[in-house]
């Protein structure tokens, strides 16, 4: 069973950066799985930010493509995000999740989220 | 990127009623990679369907999911009271990955 558990600041200051990482058990992140990052601002739906794979190899949302960068660290089985120039629309529960695309499996593991909270 | 449009927006029915929710994709998806999620308040989303019609691990058989190409329907063959939610689809088949904007079932 995959476990995902996120972690980081929960209040960041606006033109800031927002810094997370997702620690995975359960399975090697140097498996055939994508590692994504998910948002959800309060009382909203869900947007995807981006993946990536155990390779380095990214695919990001393009209205987020100029702030965010995810990166995967094999050797503490974790990967993470980065997001800058943060204001208060970035505000909301982040996600890490992954999937099986060569399976043709969604994503059916899910961190709990964690709220960012973007405020001086 | 492909849109994806759920409807209706909100839908009010009875424990015992069925259900039907419907995605539409602003273009053909990608080896029909539709899914559908559940989301409880103060939840996690839980993956219920895959691949247009696969059921996840541990789905109830009363959760069906249909479709092809660009149109695609998740029935629920009768509410019980835990069903009611809001439920997303998405379509993992081609980048970026992009979710519809909910469907909220009600009680009504």
């Known amino acids: 069973q995959v476990q995902l558990l996120e972690s980081g600041p929960g209040v960041v200051k606006p033109s800031g950066t927002l810094s997370l990482t997702c620690a995975v058990s359960?399975?090697?992140?140097?498996?055939?799985?994508?590692w994504t990052w998910v948002r959800q601002p309060p009382g909203k739906g869900l947007e995807w930010i981006g993946e990536?794979?155990?390779?380095?190899?990214?695919n990001y949302n393009p209205s987020l493509k100029s702030r965010v960068t995810i990166s995967v660290d094999r050797s503490k089985n974790q990967f993470s995000v980065r997001l800058n120039s943060l204001t208060a629309a970035d505000t909301a529960v982040y996600y890490c999740?992954?999937?099986?695309?060569?399976?043709?499996?969604?994503?059916?593991?899910w961190g709990r989220g964690t709220l960012v909270t973007v405020s001086s | 990127e492909i849109v994806l449009t759920q409807s209706p927006g909100t839908l009010s029915l009875s424990p015992g009623e069925r259900a039907t929710l419907s995605c539409r994709a602003s273009q053909s998806v990608n080896s029909n990679y539709l899914a559908w999620y559940q989301q409880k308040p103060g939840q996690t989303p839980r993956l219920l369907i895959y691949g247009a019609s696969t059921r996840a691990t541990g789905i109830p058989d009363r959760f069906s999911g249909s479709g092809s190409g660009a149109d695609f329907t998740l029935t629920i063959g009768r509410l019980e009271p835990e069903d009611f939610a809001v439920y997303y689809c998405q379509q993992y088949g081609s980048s970026p990955i992009t979710f519809g904007q909910g469907t909220r079932l009600e009680i009504k």
């Open positions: 359960g399975a090697s992140i140097s498996n055939t799985n994508w």
């Open positions: 999740a992954t999937y099986s695309p060569g399976a043709g499996v969604a994503h059916k593991y």
């Open positions: 990536v794979y155990h390779s380095g190899l990214t």
